[in-house]
């Protein structure tokens, strides 16, 4: 079954991310930083109300920190926290097919991690993601 | 009490109707031992919300029924039908009770001994029959709601405060017209408004949950006639309602286990050494991500001994298995489900029963319990329950351009490094700062939290005392105090170890709450909690007697001397509320009014300049407090040179020398001797009866006359009350059986010929007169 997926520029690599998984699309102010917080967060940020956590994504795929100009980020709601996860690009929103991510491809631990299967995107293999998984400090399991 | 009351029937309301379906369940298998025990915890919690009440009937049933589902439990009795029903009726008559009490009208009570003689082992079957009164269920005035909306309505509501924020600086910036401005205005003030009430539907002061106490405490201790001194520290904290209404049974048992079992007679205490009246402690803390309530009691502590000789005969565990294991765990037997370390079962706290329910109830809300027994000497009962969403009084410090908040309550004081009263030092490798001859380890912010810090020495220190000790935290400036309410933080940043929330202020920039035993252990400081004196041990120092004394400047430019510790605060206050009424000048603050004393007698001229920057010191004597108006506050010494006394009396005491200067010490006694409200101690006031047919004219007009003149006006006496003089009029047949003196008013202001000795209700002086002679004659008599 044809579920909605984004395709966003994450660390420099397209990947698929399940709307589900996806509060909103913003584009974050003010980031205040957070001291002594392990790589990949970036700081806070305030949404309306409401505090968001952002998050570096290419820390927790296991590539280096992006000091990247962007920022518009996909915001996801773990275990009644917000986190901003913040993307270069947002290409499209579009229905796709998930296909079985079949062993044999050599993944990086992190991609392994955060890797849920393949969409097929204008004829071109797109990686789709779990977003829980580009937390740090969440436990992986739902 | 009201508002009490609503609580606890609604609650009541709701618990019955969720244990409708274990009641039957119970009754179609009795050994079920579940629903025996979930009955149970509802009769138990009854009995004690209505202890508090004053709901005799209430606890007399319910005291009934859990004496019976105690016996149940610890398997002296088996629950047979006829149990079962006998209880059941008693659950049910609560439930028409509460209906009843709820609408205001009376029930019959006739059948409640019938209900209560068939709980009895082997009573007859004739269970009593349901009042049969049918009770029209009044419509509640209050509503539940799902934490979700109210978290919907404060979410929405700190947006609406940033739109308004936005819009006034985009009006600033462009200009606008004054109808603009006005409206904005208005909005700005609906806005707060509406804050405040909508953060109230969440939000509660730990007062609502504290303020009964003194009223339990001192019943409870009149029940089982014990002195109690309570002390309540920490009402200001604000919490998660919830979390309010969960902690209310804990709480509340616990207290009254402490002086049930904690704290011993007077004649124990007489014989143990210790001070007759048992001190109780209640306080609430924040720490860290969470909230504290310890209760601490000076009694006897637990009787490990007792509890596990106790424990094996009930529970059929071995004794010698129970002595083998941990200190800390044999404490912990207390929590064991039906046991005691008191041999009779008093109507105040059972049978210890309910430490199991109090865990178990705790720990439903994440939190957990501490102990720390020192028998014979006190049990102090921690209450550790995570901060979910509160509102605390912060300070704000900026450190490296970024701002952080840091608890109030958790701030001992905030020193400027200036002048030869602080030094700052090193010390092998670490850095120690003395402030006024006491040494504190320092530990500079930037520096922990890893932020670009220069070298030159820190310009303000922050003293925070975390448990076991306090320690200096070096910060660049201390920029404002604010109330906020603070949320816990992703578990990412609470793994720094080092935060304890986040918020969002006004300003819309996200702001992490720092927490200061994560700075301490972080900056490697480890405190000897042992090393801690228990509290009022503390006022023994050694050496050379010294007072810490506050510098400041008085309004007539002169610098003063006063007490610290007589001081409760120093506080900024508005011209505005400040006004000459009453005989006095008033200073409005805080809801309160307060005296405002001067070393000036003419305060009119000094109001008359235009002052603004005006502070006061709120001095308070335990009962009372004054505001002694100064212009700034300086600094803050210690006074080892004795003072010169002063000639006369004034409000000035006497002189004392600091850095060779000579500099006058403020006499607080006569100050408040002078200016303060209701010096007399009201006890020890006299009491005046007001009696007869025109107690209503007299309790109106007469009653501030009298109150000035020393009394404790009464139109009832209370129980152990004793008139010194009763005020009647002329008309009135009193039957007053002693030889208290009565002085009667007239209507007339000239006397009738033939009538005894009466005074013109409208002669002042002849009454106060009048008084003074019936006291004359008692302190004669």
Known sequence: MAKLFLIAIIAGTTVAIDSQQVDSVVDIGHITPIPRAEAGIVGLAALRSRVVTVIDASGALGLAPQSGSSNRAVITSVDHHHYAILVDTLLDVAPFEETQLSSGFALGDGWQRASRAIVDHNSSPILSINLRALIPGVALAA | ?781
Not at chain 2, 441 to 458: I, M, T, V
Not at chain 2, 609 to 633: K, M, P
Not at chain 2, 646 to 656: F, H, K, L, N
């Open chain 2, 1 to 781: 009490m009201d508002d009490l009351l609503q609580e606890f029937i609604a609650e009541t309301r709701e618990t019955l109707e969720a244990l409708a379906g274990g009641i039957v369940m119970w009754e179609a298998n009795p050994s079920d031992r579940t629903r025996l025990d979930a009955i149970f915890r509802f009769v138990h919690t009854v009995k004690g919300s209505c202890g508090f009440l004053d709901l005799p009937r209430l606890l007399r049933l319910s005291h009934a029924a859990e004496d019976t589902l105690a016996a149940v439990r610890s398997g002296a009795r088996k629950p047979d039908t006829r149990t079962v029903n006998a209880v059941l009726a008693i659950v049910d008559r609560i439930g028409e009770i509460i209906e009843a009490i709820d609408i205001g009208v009376s029930l019959d009570d006739r059948s409640e001994d019938l209900l209560i003689a068939a709980l009895a082992e082997g009573a007859d079957s004739a269970v009593a029959q349901a009042s049969g009164i049918s009770i029209q269920r009044a419509p509640t005035r209050s509503i539940r709601l799902s934490v979700a909306l109210l978290d919907r309505m404060m979410s929405g509501m700190s947006d609406m405060v940033l739109a308004r924020n936005e819009l006034a600086r985009h009006l600033r910036d462009h200009g606008a017209e004054p109808s603009v401005e006005a409206a904005l205005e208005r909005l700005s003030l609906t806005v707060a408004d509406m804050r405040d009430t909508v953060t109230q539907t969440r939000m509660q002061k730990i007062d609502a949950l504290f303020s009964v106490l003194p009223r339990m405490v001192r019943d409870t201790a009149a029940e089982l006639n014990k002195a109690v001194a309570l002390s309540v520290e920490g009402a200001n904290v604000e919490l998660d309602r919830e979390m309010i209404e969960m902690m209310r049974d804990p709480l509340v048992h616990m207290i009254r286990n402490a002086i049930d079992h904690g704290l011993e007679s007077s004649v124990d205490r007489i014989a143990a050494g210790k001070n007759p009246v048992g001190n109780l402690s209640v306080v609430a803390r924040q720490l860290g991500n969470q909230i504290i309530i310890e209760i601490q009691d000076d009694g006897r502590g637990i009787d490990v001994d007792r509890l596990i000789i106790n424990l094996a005969a009930s529970s059929g565990q071995s004794e010698a298995a129970l002595r083998m294991l941990p200190e800390q765990a044999q404490l912990d037997l207390i929590f064991h489900p039906g046991l005691s370390s008191k041999d009779n079962v008093t109507t105040i706290s059972g049978r210890g029963v309910g430490m199991d329910v109090v865990r178990a109830n705790i720990e439903q809300l994440g939190g957990r319990i501490d102990l720390r027994n020192t028998p014979g000497r006190g049990l102090c009962i921690a209450i550790h329950v995570p901060l979910t969403l509160s509102i605390i009084p912060t300070i704000i410090v900026g450190v490296s351009g970024q701002r952080f908040a840091l608890s109030r309550p958790s701030i001992e004081e905030i020193v400027r490094v200036r002048g030869d009263a602080i030094r700052i030092d090193a010390l092998g490798d670490t850095m120690v700062a003395t402030i006024r001859k006491r040494r504190f380890p320092l530990l500079s912010l930037a520096k922990l939290l890893g932020l670009p810090s220069s070298d030159e020495p820190p310009a303000t220190l922050v003293v925070v005392t975390v448990t076991g000790g306090s320690f200096a935290l070096a910060v660049d400036e201390v920029l404002d105090t604010e109330e906020l309410v603070i949320k816990p933080a992703p578990p990412a940043v609470m793994a720094t170890g080092l935060f304890a929330g986040q918020t969002l202020p006004d300003t819309g920039l996200p702001m992490l709450l720092l927490d200061a035993a994560g700075l301490a252990s972080a900056g490697g400081l480890r405190f000897n909690s042992e090393a801690r004196a228990p509290a009022g041990d503390e006022k023994v120092s050694e050496g050379t007697p010294s007072q810490t004394m506050l510098i400041f400047r008085d309004i007539d430019g002169a610098k003063r001397l006063a007490p610290l510790a007589t001081i409760e605060r120093v506080e900024p206050v508005d011209r505005a509320d400040i006004q000459f009424t009453a005989g006095q000048w008033r200073l409005s603050v805080d809801a309160m009014i307060i005296p405002l004393a001067t070393v000036l007698d003419d305060v009119a001229r000094y109001f008359a300049g235009d002052e603004t920057r005006l502070s006061v010191l709120r001095i308070a004597d335990g009962q009372t407090q004054i505001a002694y108006l100064i212009t700034e506050a300086i600094d803050i010494v210690e006074l080892t040179d004795a003072m010169i006394a002063g000639r006369g009396t004034g409000p000035i005491a006497g002189v004392a020398t600091i850095d060779g200067e000579q500099v006058e010490i403020i006499d607080v006694h006569w100050v408040f001797a002078r200016y303060a409200d209701g010096c007399r101690s009201d006890t020890a006031a006299p009491v005046l009866l007001l009696a007869g047919e025109s107690t209503t004219w007299m309790e109106s007009f007469l009653r501030p006359v009298l109150e000035n003149a020393g009394y404790r006006v009464r139109t009832a006496l209370r129980a152990g009350e004793h008139p010194s003089v009763t005020l009647a009029m002329d008309s009135d047949t009193l039957s007053i059986a002693d030889a208290t003196p009565v002085i009667r008013l007239r209507h007339a202001v000239h006397m009738s010929a033939n009538a005894g000795e009466t005074i013109f209700r409208y002669d002042r002086a002849a009454l106060l007169q009048a008084l003074d002679q019936c006291r004359a004659g008692e302190r004669a008599g």
